[in-house]
């Protein structure tokens, strides 16, 4: 079965501008992660769906990262304005189950590094 | 609230040694625990979950990992590493989001050389 899809791989932009990830699910995965892991660290979970529906949002950065997953399935990670922290490759995963089970597995994508300069 | 702590960040270890990645973690709580793989330039890869049972859990690639409940430990082993093993590893735990949901909080990493 096909993975998770993510693009672009890699974007550079300047501090200040505006940027979007796309993220495409395992077909069939009800639960979707955002991830943003910073050099030397591990993935730290910005926002987790149910189907279309925010379950935790407490670590997303909402002055100037949202996101949404319209229809359940796709979804888009946006920074706007971007700051030099935030620099990072942003990851997203997928899981069949509900989100309700402990012993569930994600599912990565490759990621998108980002550079802000 | 759960944490995880890889006590190394490198590990150097020559082609067909054996080699041992640490982790602790703290929790109240039961806990289900996982070892990931991340390749140059890829997305994280299940090696091996513990959620209940047998405490040695073997995962994909000759990799396992020993759940010690009394050390609060699940060291990840292998008896010969490859290069092709060269990776960084991530240790998780799982923790509740309060909302009915179940999350993964990821240690900083072991990177993992191969030497040949």
């Known amino acids: 079965e096909a993975g998770v899809a993510q693009s672009p791989r890699y974007k550079i932009i300047e501090k200040r501008q505006s940027v979007a990830f796309w993220c495409n699910p395992i077909?069939?995965?009800?639960?979707l992660y955002w991830y943003q892991q910073i050099l030397g660290q591990g993935p730290k979970l910005l926002i987790q769906?149910?189907?279309?529906?925010?379950?935790?949002d407490s670590q997303l950065p909402k002055d100037r990262f949202s996101a949404e997953r319209l229809k359940g399935v796709d979804s888009t990670l946006k920074i706007q304005p971007a700051k030099l922290e935030d620099s990072a490759v942003y990851l997203c995963a997928s899981s069949f189950l509900f989100g309700t089970t402990s012993t569930d597995t994600q599912y990565f994508g490759p990621g998108t590094r980002l550079t802000v300069l | 609230a759960q944490s995880v702590t890889q006590l190394d960040s490198q590990v150097p270890v020559f082609e067909e040694a054996p080699v041992e990645l640490r982790c602790n973690y703290s929790?109240?709580?039961?806990?289900?625990l996982f070892w990931y793989v991340q390749y140059p330039n890829q997305g994280l890869q299940l090696l091996l979950k513990y959620l209940s049972g047998s405490t040695l859990v073997k995962g994909i690639n000759g990799f396992e990992a020993e759940f010690n409940k009394s050390q609060t430990s699940f060291h990840l082993r292998k008896p010969s590493v490859h290069i092709s093993d060269t990776a960084e590893y991530f240790c998780?735990?799982?923790?509740?989001?309060?909302?009915?949901?179940?999350?993964?909080?990821f240690g900083k990493g072991t990177k993992l050389s191969v030497i040949p």
């Open positions: 998780a735990v799982t923790r509740s989001s309060g909302a009915g949901s179940y999350q993964l909080t």
């Open positions: 769906f149910q189907n279309n529906g925010v379950v935790d």
């Open positions: 077909s069939g995965h009800a639960t």
């Open positions: 929790s109240s709580v039961s806990v289900y």
